[in-house]
């Protein structure tokens, strides 16, 4: 015998004396669990959420992570003189507009620009109280502030000025001039900007206004917090004017957006339960009253629901966050939680009713169980794998999941285990499923409406074939109509062609997936914030982030060599079509300060005494270049530079590939150059997901199907099987991510942690259907197909709906990351469903003479007797063989022996009998 041969057999005989232990202590199996249970549910009491959109969706050891904390250590935030352009994060404490005209015009109008003005004085009286009301403040009081002044002043005042003198004040932009001769930026103001061909500006479809507030202090976070909230009120309340459309965004509205998301998602658990428990309950029913069991159906969805509450209670009480991603968890482990009971009922109803319960059910354990440990494995180990990714929601999403799946599989062999043996009983005693009242075989019933409303069970004058369980429709479909339909010579040759159709369209879309999550994704699609993120992307894209460019090491600056060298990086940044190439739109100190040189000099050659002398002491004291103080770090004596930076404008970016190109290339200008850079821009540490995405997905896909190929090789029951589950999974990975990119699915960590969900359900769908045509008695490759869906296609298919009904409340979800979960996961479910229904059976025919012939396992089983039971319904149990006394032989025409092993001795109505024989069979004299 071979090892996986011998794997397989010591699995098979353990999980039938598992089955057997079940049966004799059931109460212990049902009760210990639910206190189990219910012990480690008590850990939701520590349930915390993680909102944080950027921790969540962004590696944590990137390099724009680690360049931010550069960037804070030398270049830190002064909000008492903040600079916009050299702000490290896009998410600073603040309350920032959108406005727009509510007609879709110009914004620049008298009535838009006397609104925006109220609105704005609005905001300056609103006082936030703290404490108990014994802390009151306003806006002015918590400000950044830049020249003395609050930050929303300069477009404010820009705004009064036009309103009073818009008919003699001409725009020009990006940069224009007050009378005064003050300038003014307002490429990050103005949005939609019609201009002239005097470069005057003609309308304007949205205006921006931020107000930012001072924060990093537990008091300044406090205040800042409390006015974001009062800011929030009073927008959504305000109503004074009709003209303008106002979307707003706060600092806390990615973390509470993802909160509510998170809550909007629990009803439909309930929406889940119904719809699940009527498919189970209407699953489990059969037509015998006796052998329905729908109340397995619910027992099924219970022990599901039982490894969710103890996967949430037992990683809160580990300080494991839940967070927006980890919702849709629920829903994949009630699929796989009725998968796994379907396939536990179908391996009970192919044992002979005739057989006394023990006996049943360690038959069943002895071939469902093991068929639910190795998809039970092999999904474990892809969320494990899943894990190792370093996109935080993969990873805690991945952990969740691993443990629901090990807990599912936990209760499935215990609790449900245990509810078996009591329907079971019920069974055996002819009791009807509703009533629990003895009723009468069909073929007894004494009239018509019992037999249609009460009758079942096994009648006394049952003949072997009778003993097996009724089939249900579908599986009398799969065994009468689709089996034979499916070998059929010219379907076979159809579903060759099909299936290549498919790879073909599957591979065009795996060459055609975007890539990355943009923010406004993580929204619902009635979100506030999802609002404002779809104004900025529409007008406010001509500016994006600033870059900065930082020479990280001390540089001789007075050399006129290093000189050369930095206007020519400078420029070399300035070339790229990500930048705005306009020397005004570059923040050069030393560019401006060589110019100030030669006008006060008339030469930049200086020695480093007065080269810094005239930087510190005239230079940066000049009111136009004091924003440069932020960009220079003296040593201590302030004799020489340590480092500094200069500052570039990015162009429109707005595709994820445009984005990904756009920090590889500042990357890759900055790792080139001859000088010592450092490349940092706020939009970055969200971009970096762009980047690792694609080969940590194909690492994962590469290590898990390495991974369940190994597995499958010592589970199954031959080498062949575990190549054809590879073959599956290659091919269903390969059709759910080329159709998901031509269904708008993106390749993101939403969908990243479907596609290693893909992995674990590829086994489960290909190894079930595999094993079951490996085992078939059948001799053509066409027998053993059919047997195959015989015997399996009914769990299969329902275990296939049941995930896809589970997941399909998500399918009409407001919010893209519960759609792309529903969208992915249908696919692997519909792509599974195809290669275990049709593609598989048609395949693995091809192959026969080459696949060996197992029988399905059959435990050692010693004795066995049969014996009436408490309503003449014959049952079979054990009994000693050294009780044994000789035999006589059967005399009735019609009755019948059935056996398991050699040797055996039966007890047949009252007469005991001895047979040589290996396998059941019927008798007839």
Not at 285 to 298: E, H, N, R, S
Not at 345 to 353: E, G, I, K
Not at 372 to 377: F, L
Not at 820 to 833: H, K, Q
Request: net charge negative; with cysteine.
């Amino acid at each position: 015998m071979a090892w996986y041969e011998i794997i397989n057999h010591n699995l098979s005989s353990i999980f039938y004396s598992y089955g057997k232990l079940i049966t004799r202590h059931k109460r212990k199996f049902l009760l210990c669990p639910l206190l189990l249970a219910s012990l480690l549910s008590l850990g939701v009491i520590c349930l915390t959420f993680e909102n944080d959109a950027i921790y969540l969706f962004t590696p944590p050891t990137s390099r724009a992570r680690a360049d931010l904390i550069y960037m804070e250590r030398h270049f830190p935030v002064d909000y008492d003189d903040f600079i916009p352009s050299r702000a490290l994060t896009t998410q600073e404490k603040a309350g920032n507009l959108y406005i727009t005209s509510a007609d879709g015009g110009n914004v620049l109008r008298g009535e838009i620009i006397s609104d925006i003005l109220q609105l704005n004085a609005a905001f300056q009286a609103m006082e936030v109280t703290i404490d108990n009301n014994i802390d009151r403040f306003n806006f002015s009081s918590i400000c950044a502030r830049f020249n003395g002044q609050c930050l929303p002043e300069f477009i404010i005042s820009f705004l009064s000025y036009l309103n009073e003198n818009g008919d003699n004040f001409l725009i020009s932009y990006p940069f224009t001039v007050f009378p005064n001769g003050e300038p003014i930026f307002l490429g990050y103001s103005l949005g939609g900007v019609t201009v002239a061909d005097d470069g005057s500006v003609v309308s304007a479809q949205a205006i921006a206004l931020n107000y930012i507030l001072q924060s990093g202090t537990p008091e300044q976070d406090t205040k800042a917090l409390q006015w974001e909230e009062a800011f929030t009120r009073l927008v959504e309340s305000w109503n004074s004017s009709s003209r303008m459309a106002i979307s707003h965004l706060t600092s806390q509205s990615l973390s509470n957006e993802l909160l509510a998301m998170t809550e909007s998602v629990m009803p439909l658990m309930i929406v889940t339960f119904c719809i699940l428990t009527s498919f189970a309950v209407t699953s489990c029913i059969m037509t015998d009253w006796v052998q329905a069991k729908p109340w397995l159906g619910v027992c099924g969805l219970i022990s599901a629901f039982l490894a969710i509450s103890s996967t949430v209670g037992l990683l809160s009480a580990c300080g494991v966050a839940f967070n927006q991603v980890v919702a849709s968890m629920p829903f994949l482990v009630i699929g796989v939680g009725i998968d796994d009971m379907f396939i536990m009922v179908a391996s009970w109803r192919h044992t002979d009713r005739r057989l006394a319960v023990e006996e049943r059910m360690g038959l069943a354990y002895s071939d469902a169980a093991v068929s639910i440990t190795i998809t039970s494995v092999t999904d474990a180990l892809a969320f494990c794998i899943g894990a190792i990714t370093p996109l935080p929601a993969v990873r805690i999403f991945c952990l969740y999941a691993g443990v629901a799946i090990i807990f599912d599989y936990l209760f499935q062999i215990t609790f449900f285990g245990a509810c078996m043996v009591y329907t079971g009983q019920r069974e055996a005693d002819g009791k009807h499923y509703l009533t629990c009242k003895k009723v009468l075989p069909k073929d007894e019933a004494p009239s018509t409406s019992y037999r249609i409303w009460c009758a079942g069970g096994v009648s006394t004058t049952v003949t072997a074939e009778e003993g097996k369980q009724s089939e249900q429709i579908i599986t009398q479909f799969f065994r009468k109509f689709y089996g034979p339909f499916i070998v059929n010579p010219v379907v076979k040759m159809l579903v060759v062609v099909l299936f290549t159709g498919y790879l073909c369209v599957a591979v065009w879309g795996c060459l055609h997936i975007q890539e990355g999550l943009q923010l406004k994704d993580i929204f619902a699609d009635d979100s506030f914030a999802r609002k404002y993120y779809q104004d900025q992307g529409e007008y406010f894209t001509e500016f994006g982030a600033a870059v900065s460019v930082v020479l990280d090491t001390n540089q001789n600056y007075w050399e006129k060599g290093i000189q050369n060298e930095i206007e020519h990086i400078t420029m070399d940044f300035e070339s790229s079509r990500f930048i705005h190439g306009e020397k005004q739109h570059t923040e050069s100190w030393v560019r401006d300060y060589l110019t100030f040189l030669s006008e006060t000099l008339n030469t930049t050659n200086v020695d480093q005494e007065l080269f810094v002398q005239l930087l510190r002491d005239e230079f940066l004291t000049r009111p136009e270049f004091q924003n440069y103080n932020k960009d220079i770090n003296f040593n201590c004596e302030r004799t020489g530079i340590e480092s500094s930076r200069f500052v570039i404008k990015s162009t429109e970016v707005v595709q994820s590939t445009d984005e990904m190109e756009f920090m590889s290339e500042m990357r890759h200008k900055a790792d080139s150059a001859s000088l010592s850079l450092t490349i940092f821009s706020p939009t970055f540490i969200f971009i970096e997901q762009y980047v690792i995405i694609v080969p940590n997905t194909i690492q994962a896909l590469l290590i898990a199907t390495g991974c369940m190929f190994i597995v499958a090789l010592f589970l199954m029951p031959h080498p062949v099987c575990a190549v054809m589950v590879t073959v599956c999974i290659v091919t269903i990975e390969t059709g759910v991510i080329g159709v998901m990119s031509l269904w708008n699915v993106k390749l993101d960590g939403i969908s990243m942690i479907n596609i290693i969900l893909c992995i674990g359900f590829s086994v489960d769908f290909s190894s079930h259907m595999t094993y079951a045509f490996i085992t078939s008695p059948g001799k053509t490759g066409n027998e053993r197909a059919m047997d195959a869906l015989h015997t399996l296609g009914t769990p299969i298919l329902q275990g296939g709906l049941s995930t896809i009904l589970g997941i399909s409340v998500l399918s009409s979800s407001p919010a893209y990351v519960f759609r792309a979960f529903f969208r992915t996961m249908f696919l692997v479910m519909l792509f599974g469903l195809f290669h275990s229904l049709v593609f598989l059976p048609v395949f693995l025919s091809f192959l026969n003479t080459i696949l060996p012939r197992k029988t399905r396992p059959t435990p050692e089983v010693g004795e066995i007797q049969i014996e009436p039971s408490r309503q003449a319904n014959n049952a079979y149990s054990p009994i000693p063989k050294d009780n044994v006394e000789d035999t006589q032989p059967l005399k009735n025409k019609g009755e019948q022996s059935s056996v398991c092993k050699e040797h055996v001795y039966i007890l047949y109505n009252d007469k005991r009998i001895s047979l040589d024989s290996v396998a059941i069979k019927e008798t007839v004299l």
